[in-house]
């Protein structure tokens, strides 16, 4: 069993204000996620201006604070936020809906579409990529704020977590750094290196991520409130993710087989 290297979650206290490793890992993702669209906007023939990356960024972050934490809400914690709606603020306790943050940043791209007369999945091939950055850092913020641990184990790796009770449990904060971050930021960056149709980029993040994160809850401690919805193993992760599998399968077949016009 491996020790949990207690973190205070706290990075930085300004007095009253308090900055949290939480808020820093989403920084960091946005920043890192801004320097390789620059990066990318520079290169021959890209369609980007490096103000539109901007732009775009900023309205794809707005989506992910927005969506993720009201997603976290409406899907996970409805009750307390029938009770407690101003919660909805706390967002240094943690508690952010990937795929909530997947709607609102749909919504943005859409938003970006209308004013910068892009098209909208142009906008989301190109931002594709660099999703995994944030959830890669999104998912050390969790390790660090001691939630989302895994179910128990008794392997070599197992984690005695603080809130996690006795027992030793799997990182699967780790483990989706691994898989939703680390390899699905290799897939993508790979594969959108060179020229692909319209959608494909989208499809295979849609795809990719909702398969690993499917995989992932067989090893993710349900959620309380839940449990398990069905069979004695499907959780509230997988249900949302099946619709991530499918709507990515169906863009890609529509990327690479496109409806002929008459």
């Not at 009770?165 to 290196?193: A, N």
Request: charged share 15%; aromatic share 18%.
């Amino acid at each position: 069993m491996i020790t949990y290297p207690h973190i205070d979650p706290v990075v930085l206290h300004l007095g009253p204000l308090q900055i949290h490793w939480y808020g820093v890992m989403y920084a960091i993702g946005f920043l890192g996620g801004w320097a390789l669209a620059l990066s990318r906007a520079r290169k021959p023939h890209s369609g980007w201006t490096s103000q539109q990356v901007s732009d775009v960024i900023f309205y794809v972050a707005l989506g992910v604070i927005i969506g993720g934490r009201l997603g976290y809400m409406l899907f996970y914690d409805l009750s307390r936020f029938i009770h407690e709606p101003w919660s909805t603020l706390l967002l240094w306790q943690g508690g952010m809906s990937f795929h909530g943050g997947l709607l609102g940043v749909a919504m943005a791209v859409y938003l970006f579409a209308r004013t910068s007369k892009k098209n909208f999945f142009d906008i989301g091939d190109f931002i594709a990529p660099l999703v995994p950055i944030g959830l890669a850092a999104g998912r050390i913020g969790n390790f660090i704020n001691d939630e989302l641990w895994g179910r128990p184990t008794q392997l070599a790796w197992g984690i005695m977590f603080p809130h996690g009770g006795l027992i030793s449990r799997h990182p699967s904060q780790l483990y989706e750094f691994f898989l939703e971050g680390i390899v699905l930021f290799t897939i993508l960056w790979i594969y959108s290196s060179k020229p692909r149709p319209r959608k494909a980029v989208s499809g295979c993040f849609l795809f990719f991520y909702g398969l690993f994160r499917f995989f992932i809850e067989f090893f993710r401690e349900p959620d309380a409130q839940f449990g398990f919805l069905a069979w004695d193993w499907l959780t509230m992760g997988q249900l949302l993710s099946l619709p991530m599998i499918l709507v990515g399968m169906l863009f890609l077949f529509f990327a690479y087989y496109p409806r002929k016009t008459r």
